[in-house]
């Protein structure tokens, strides 16, 4: 079992539309979590932090269950610049804070 | 400019060549990791330098990959003997030792022919 799991997609959908992604983690003594964004044939770059409490940034929230080693990602009001892939990633903590990625999903917004 | 910067961005070798990539972190972090991407997935795990010391190496660094950071500033992958199957993406991140996620230089694209 992969320690980080996404559904890889891709999700296409119209501009405008919320849309929801998940991804599960395995070593439960993870303590950080994140999103990344990662652009066709550039770096990922960080777009949030997971909190216990749940937390939002603009038309982005993010959650995080820890009983169920679940985090989640919404997008509302998608625009055409969202399209991307978006990497779950959770640290390891008895490894230097290490982090560990999932496959990604690729998002895909549509006119 | 204060990112991770990495060089170069692009190297085309031929199979069994030795290749060397540099990574230049942002000044005040003390960790810098290496990942390798394939096409399609996420990065990989390499192996990671708390200040000049390496501190973990994952078990996809073969014999043939090896990883300095001789000052605790920039650091250097080698791949000797370059394998077809060595052609990926090496991103290079690096952060503080707090819990801040890692900051990724843009890369060194791989192809080995």
């Known amino acids: 079992r992969k320690e980080v799991e996404q559904d890889p997609g891709p999700f296409n959908v119209p501009e405008g539309a919320t849309v929801a992604f998940n991804c599960t983690y395995s070593?439960?003594?993870?303590?950080?979590f994140f999103w990344y964004r990662q652009d066709c044939r550039k770096e990922p770059k960080l777009l949030m932090s997971?909190?216990?409490s749940g937390n939002e940034d603009g038309r982005f929230t993010a959650q995080l269950n820890r009983a169920s080693q679940y985090i989640s990602l919404l997008i509302r009001d998608s625009k055409l610049s969202d399209s991307a892939t978006y990497l779950c990633?959770?640290?390891?903590?008895?490894?230097?804070?290490?982090?560990?990625f999932g496959g990604g999903t690729r998002l895909m917004v549509k006119p | 400019d204060t990112g991770v910067s990495q060089d170069p961005r692009h190297k085309i070798t031929k199979r069994g060549q030795n290749v060397t990539f540099r990574c230049d972190p942002i000044?005040?972090?003390?960790?810098l990791y290496w990942y390798r991407q394939t096409l399609g997935q996420g990065p990989e795990f390499l192996t990671y330098?708390?200040?000049?010391?390496?501190?973990?190496k994952s078990r996809l660094l073969s014999d043939r990959f090896s990883a300095e950071r001789p000052k605790g500033s920039f650091s250097t992958l080698e791949i000797q003997r370059t394998e077809q199957g060595d052609s990926a993406m090496y991103l290079c991140?690096?952060?503080?030792?707090?819990?801040?996620?890692?900051?990724f230089g843009p890369g060194t694209r791989l192809l080995v022919l």
């Open positions: 070593n439960s003594a993870s303590q950080s």
């Open positions: 991140a690096s952060s503080s030792i707090s819990r801040d996620p890692g900051y």
């Open positions: 330098f708390q200040n000049e010391a390496q501190l973990e």
């Open positions: 990633v959770v640290n390891r903590p008895n490894a230097g804070n290490m982090l560990t």
């Open positions: 997971v909190y216990s």
């Open positions: 000044s005040e972090h003390n960790r």
